[in-house]
């Protein structure tokens, strides 16, 4: 391999490595965004352990007490918690 391959190589790897971090850091902010709008709705939940994001402002989140809710906006702009089984 050349040199320019090589320090290309090496760059990709330290932004990789770099990048990680904040996929992590958004995770937690919208697992804790989900637990507490779960909570205002008055739904039992405790924490949100882990999110999947269906479309923009739309999430099924898992709760560390075995519920499951699908978060979303309605048509009015308003946030809708379901509850699923």
């Known amino acids: 391999m050349n040199t320019l391959t090589v320090a290309l190589a090496q ?18 902010a919208l697992k804790k965004d989900l637990t507490a709008v779960i909570a205002l709705h008055g739904l039992p939940c ?6 999947t994001v269906l479309a923009e402002n739309d999430y099924a989140a898992s709760c560390k007490d075995g519920n499951k809710y699908h978060v979303y906006l309605n048509a009015e702009g308003r946030v809708v918690v379901e509850k699923q089984k």
């Open 11 to 28: 760059a990709l790897v330290v932004a990789a490595f770099f990048a990680v971090p904040s996929f992590s850091d958004d995770d937690e």
């Open 46 to 51: 405790g924490e949100v352990v882990a999110v």
